[in-house]
């Protein structure tokens, strides 16, 4: 198994075995099961969500995606691994994707019921791109792609809590312009990236400087979870923009309006 260390030139042993397994384990494996569970009584978004985190570590641990940091080049050597690695990332989004579709309780939960503020928070687990910046001060790989995620990363992190406390004070209708513009650059950040991943495996973008750590445990256990959530979070609010502003859920913190923050309980 391909595993980041300190001889691999890597991210280093801490980062790779502690950090980013931890923090997702925090937020997927404990904080979205406990919210989901305790404050919605729903037991089947808190399984979903631990189960989410364990099966992508394991995945992601077996290393079925590539056996180098560096992509090969020749690209159709890597290909099963790249396909592997898409349909790791597209099942989970293809199971939200059919949910909020035929699942009416499940769209509701993120329209209705849950506060966007509390989405907005969530995303402070992109803290996790300073590995990225890493990379670039240790002079392992200076490539734009690199400085791009993990500046912007850390920007959508940084103001990811301080803008919930905004939008559950004042609102999300007053603070919309705030909310859309951080939206645009966390949903920028991860679209131009997976845009740079694929055209380096094409060799179509800065062949020399490989992006095949994506592909690598640990890094790769994070896509299916931390990626995943990055795209939900931005998309419901861009795609329900007008539903979320008029939710009673969202209204500023002390409004007298009737709350529409109703459980729903499954299983």
């Known amino acids: 198994m391909t595993v980041l260390t300190p001889e691999s030139s890597s991210l280093g042993a801490f980062y790779s075995y502690y950090i980013m397994p931890g923090l997702t384990a925090v937020y997927f494996g404990i904080i979205a099961p406990v919210y989901f ?4 009584s729903n037991t089947t978004l808190a399984i979903g969500f631990l189960l989410l985190f364990l099966v992508a570590f394991v995945v992601s641990y077996a290393d079925p995606f590539i056996d180098s940091l560096y992509f090969s080049p020749n690209i159709m050597d890597d290909f099963n691994g790249v396909m592997l690695y898409n349909i790791a990332i597209s099942v989970p989004f293809s199971v939200i994707f059919f949910a909020w579709l035929k699942v009416p309780w499940f769209s509701d939960i993120f329209l209705k019921m849950m506060p966007y503020y509390v989405m ?3 995303q402070s687990y992109r803290i996790c791109g300073l590995g990225y910046l ?6 392992l790989n200076e490539d734009f792609f690199f400085l791009w995620v993990g500046t912007l990363d850390l920007i959508v992190s940084l103001t990811a809590i301080p803008l919930a406390l905004a939008v559950k004070k004042n609102g999300l209708k007053k603070m919309k312009n705030w909310v859309l513009a951080w939206t645009l ?6 679209t131009i990236s ?3 991943y694929f055209l380096n495996w094409l060799k179509l973008y800065h062949a020399d400087n490989s992006l095949a750590v994506l592909m690598v445990y640990p890094v790769s256990g994070i896509m299916p979870t931390f990626v995943v959530g990055v ?11 007008d539903a979320l502003m008029d939710a009673k859920i969202n209204a500023p913190e002390g409004d007298d309006s009737e709350s529409v923050s109703e459980s729903t309980s499954l299983l």
């Open 37 to 40: 569970y305790k404050v919605h």
């Open 194 to 196: 997976f845009v740079l």
């Open 185 to 190: 650059m966390g949903f920028g950040d991860v």
């Open 134 to 139: 890493e990379i670039v001060r240790r002079g």
């Open 120 to 122: 907005i928070g969530f």
């Open 231 to 241: 795209f939900f979070t931005h998309l419901v609010f861009l795609l329900n923009m």
